[in-house]
């Protein structure tokens, strides 16, 4: 890796030849980084050779960094600032801290380096370390340092956790080995020893907070595999307190402490190798000390590391469904250490405060069931005798869950090394079966779920869900891995029930209030996504699955059917109120066709609801709420109502008169006036106030600009804007081409050109958190508007700047879809292209449409991550639809040339 004799010697050759400090040097630093470089290169080289075995680099890299380090010490003190007689205050040690000290170091880590003085710092020893460290910032090395004499590190380490820390783990390098030794020493006798409790509860919090910053979740499909939760900073934190309490030396040493059995060793081993295995990786292939696992990063190790596709995943989703298997491993180890903890007295017990009274009823009948309180947790007073009976492991967490104590970690050790006691008998075993309704029913389903999970119960006991546990999907629309959602989707359904969701979710809540089948809903809920990864219709293979779950569990017929129905059709409901026009009859009468009852309706709805918010922070807004409610509502009048809604000319009128009611300073005849410029669509695919601010901006309009307005609609989470003007080809393409290079995202629009020749159309916007459109930006919005109204602005050129696919994205399949549905609407041909989202995307469907005599009536926007969903109501200039079979293959061939255009000048 290194001659480090070879390097000295041409060091010395090249210092003896130089006439000052600035010339020696000069001549040192290049011999050093062609060592330093040619070391690096040769780790590179064998991480390459052996990707897999990664790991252990992190030592070879140390390793490189200690023999660069002494060299450089060599240096400062030999030809910098020889002092061949140093006084007692000028003896220096050297050592390194922190994750260096730990002889621990990824690619590009930091190199983090104590100089200890005995005392007060002297002119040589400021010198020599300021010459020694500048030689290594000339190696381009991030290097932390601090010069500090043992009282100075005593006195901060005791107000200061971080340094503490990093002293816990100094590691003497070259110098006065005295000093390094005097430090140890008094670390332990004056420090160290005396507060042990104190160090784990400042661990602890440190963690806690550390992994709320990182999202709170060791499931997050782009997980920091440093900082983020079941990352390496987890393992540390395990070995600093094994340390910090019992002088462990080595993570090995937690056997011997008593902190874990052998077998949970090696789960740390294997865990903390794979961590660093891609921690390592990730560093060399981003040329950067990156920490964040993005979805680009994660494709590309996968491939290193030589993974495979199968037919239901890719080699990314099987990368990543390891590393999500570690991170959980990662989890099950901090319990059974903290347990360990607790047994000492070193770490506080849990708070019990909300369940006092329980636990102080605790007793005789409990005793009898087999359980005792230790440490104020849940334990079992015979082991052995709980293993004969399987059904006993999902007793516990019932009594966990009836009595609010938490599961002592002893016994949830000896659940997860008896897993295989859970087999086929005990899958169909009645008693078994209630016990797991009772606790997917519970008061607190998602902390029981989440337990039984991470110990490997749920799993176990239905294998059909073991299969999608830590299985990632891999799309930027997901935030979690399938499992982790569907849990946060269960959350969501218990906090619903429990009313902490009246006011934000009213329909959802009213539901509930009124009463569903809580049985049926729950369990389609587990089971809606069990089916992914399997390479068939998720949805369909998940229904079939149901079909033989729900019986296990007890269910008659009826409600095993009604389970699969709604697993089969869990997606439909957001499909429909997304990606259709709500206000064409025929969109809710087909939909009517599909539910059939009320109460599927019902469930469905909220089922679709937590589905929805289980994906993730940000994902459920106003405007989804908008659009799922109107459908509900919708809905259920057309099933209620002896299967009709009423007729067109009936909402034609009413919309007319509540227009009327909206202008009360409007004369009669200015309303009938307004009334009969518009036909039919206008008046059913509008409400009463966008209405209104159509009937307020044509009648002051200016004879050679647009009249505009742009404001929040609250009810719609989203920023509205209205444009009224002269009617001409291509004005919807142009709308949406300004809207889009002024950075709002359409999700919504109508357009309508009235009798007398004038367009309105509208843009409901939002931004890309899906949140209004900023207010502080509505006057960029209306410059560009203009400028691409008055040609100063070439769509096209401006968007073909920006078409390029971001990194990030790039390895996400998405794959173009295009239908044509002539059924779904009594008077348009609907639409939907289905392709990967980009600036200008509706932009140029639009004006393909437009130039290929295509009337475009709305069109409505979804976006799931990378992929769009555009759908467009279109007639041909004819006012008909498109039936003939040729000229809908033509279009779809030139949609196609639009979604990936060629480069070249624009035509």
């Known amino acids: 890796m290194i001659d480090t004799d070879a390097v000295h010697a041409a060091m010395s050759r090249a210092a003896l030849g130089a006439p000052d400090r600035g010339a020696i040097r000069g001549a040192a630093v290049p011999i050093l980084r062609a060592a330093h470089q040619a070391g ?172 709320k910053r990182q999202g709170g979740s060791r499931y997050l499909l782009e997980p920091n595999v440093k900082e983020g939760k079941g990352g390496l900073r987890d393992l540390q934190t395990l070995f600093w307190i094994a340390k910090y309490l019992n002088r462990a030396q080595s993570p090995g040493e937690l056997v011997k402490v008593g902190a874990f059995t052998p077998a949970e060793y090696r789960v740390f081993a294997d865990a903390a190798d794979f961590l660093w295995m891609t921690r390592v990786h990730l560093h060399l292939l981003t040329n950067r000390p990156v920490e964040q696992l993005t979805f680009d990063t994660q494709v590309e190790i996968a491939a290193m590391l030589g993974y495979q596709a199968t037919d239901g995943q890719r080699a990314v989703e099987r990368f990543m469904h390891d590393y999500f298997l570690h991170a959980k491993n990662v989890g099950d180890l901090t319990r059974i250490f903290l347990a360990v903890l607790e047994a000492r007295h070193v770490k506080p017990r849990p708070s019990l405060t909300r369940s ?18 230790r440490n104020g947790r849940l334990d079992l007073v015979d082991y052995d005798g709980f293993l004969e009976k399987p059904v006993n492991i999902l007793r516990l967490f019932q009594e966990q869950m009836t009595t609010g104590i938490p599961i002592h970690p002893d016994a949830l050790r000896l659940v997860s ?69 569907t849990i946060q989707a269960i959350a969501t359904l218990s906090r619903i029930e429990a009313g902490g969701y009246a006011d934000s979710l009213p329909t959802s809540s009213e539901i509930m209030n009124l009463g569903v089948n809580r049985r049926v809903l729950y369990v389609a809920l587990l089971l809606h996504d069990i089916g992914k990864g399997s390479g068939r219709d998720h949805s369909e293979y998940g229904a079939e699955l149901a079909l033989a779950i729900c019986p296990r569990l007890g269910f008659d017929e009826a409600d095993t059917e009604l389970v699969s129905w709604l697993v089969r059709n869990h997606l439909v409901m957001s499909d429909v109120a997304q990606k259709r026009d709500l206000a064409e009859p025929r969109t809710v009468r087909d939909f009517a066709a599909i539910v059939k009852t009320p109460t599927r309706l019902r469930l469905l709805t909220v089922l679709t609801v937590c589905d929805i918010i289980g994906v993730g922070p940000g994902v459920w807004n106003n405007w989804k709420a908008v659009l799922i409610r109107a459908l509900y509502q919708n809905t259920m009048e057309f099933l209620t109502g002896g299967g009709h809604a009423a007729g067109r000319g009936e909402r034609e009128r009413g919309a007319k008169a509540a227009l009327a009611a909206a202008l009360p300073d409007w004369s009669e005849a200015e309303i009938e006036a307004e009334a009969a410029r518009h036909y039919a669509p206008y008046w059913l695919g509008l409400d009463t106030r966008t209405h209104a601010i159509f009937a307020e901006l044509t009648r002051d309009m200016p004879a050679d600009a647009p009249a505009v307005r742009i404001e929040l609609n609250e009810a719609r989470d989203a ?23 002024a950075g709002a995202n359409v999700v919504d629009a109508r357009t309508y050109t009235s009798s007398d020749g004038i367009a309105t159309a509208v843009f409901w916007l939002q931004d890309k958190e899906g949140r209004p459109y900023e207010r502080a930006r509505l006057s960029r919005l209306r410059d560009s508007v203009n400028r691409i109204l008055g040609g100063e602005i070439s769509a096209r050129r401006a968007f073909r700047e920006r078409e390029q696919v971001k990194k990030r994205q790039r390895d996400f399949i998405v794959p173009t879809r295009i239908r044509f549905d002539n059924l779904g609407s009594e008077i348009y041909t609907i639409i939907e292209v289905e392709t990967r989202d980009r600036p200008g995307l509706l932009y140029d469907l639009a004006r393909t449409l437009t130039a290929n005599n295509i009337s475009i009536a709305s069109a409505i926007i979804a976006t799931y991550g990378e992929q769009a969903v555009d759908v467009f109501y279109v007639k041909d200039l004819f006012g008909l639809k498109l039936h003939a079979e040729n000229r809908r293959r033509a279009l779809e061939t030139r949609l196609r040339a639009a979604i990936a255009p060629q480069p070249g000048p624009e035509r």
């Open 719 to 741: 920023t509205e804007a209205c444009f009224a003007m002269a009617d001409h080809p291509g004005i919807f393409a142009r709308l949406a081409g300004a809207l889009s290079l």
């Open 356 to 373: 006092m009274s329980r636990v102080f009823s605790f007793g005789r009948e409990a005793a009898r069931q087999g359980y005792r309180l």
């Open 40 to 211: 690096r290169a040769t780790i590179a080289a064998e991480v390459a050779a052996r990707p897999r075995e990664a790991h252990r680099a992190t030592h070879d890299y140390a390793w490189l960094m200690d023999q660069i380090v002494l060299l450089t010490f060599e240096l400062a003190t030999s030809w910098l600032h020889p002092k061949p007689n140093p006084t007692a205050s000028e003896r220096v040690a050297l050592l390194a801290v922190g994750g260096y000290g730990r002889a621990e170091l990824a690619p590009f880590s930091d190199v983090d380096l104590l100089f200890i003085t005995p005392y007060k710092q002297t002119a040589w020893g400021e010198s020599m370390i300021e010459s020694m460290l500048y030689c290594l910032w000339d190696l381009r090395l991030k290097v932390g340092h601090s010069v500090r004499t043992i009282d100075d590190c005593l006195r901060l380490a005791k107000t200061d956790v971080t340094i503490r820390t990093s002293l816990l783990e100094q590691r003497f390098l070259v110098g006065e080995q005295s000093l390094a030794t005097t430090l140890n020493d008094r670390l332990w006798s004056d420090l160290f020893d005396r507060t042990g409790p104190e160090f784990v509860q400042l661990k602890l919090t440190e963690r806690a907070e550390r992994h």
């Open 417 to 485: 090394a008896n897993l295989r006691l859970i087999d086929d008998r005990t899958r169909t075993d009645p008693e078994a079966n209630g016990i797991f309704l009772s606790l997917l029913l519970g008061a607190d389903p998602e902390r029981t779920l989440r337990l039984m999970n991470e110990v490997g119960v749920l799993g176990a006991f239905m294998p059909e869900f073991g299969r999608v546990v830590a299985m990632m999907q891999f799309n930027m629309y997901h935030h979690y891995t399938v499992d982790e959602h």
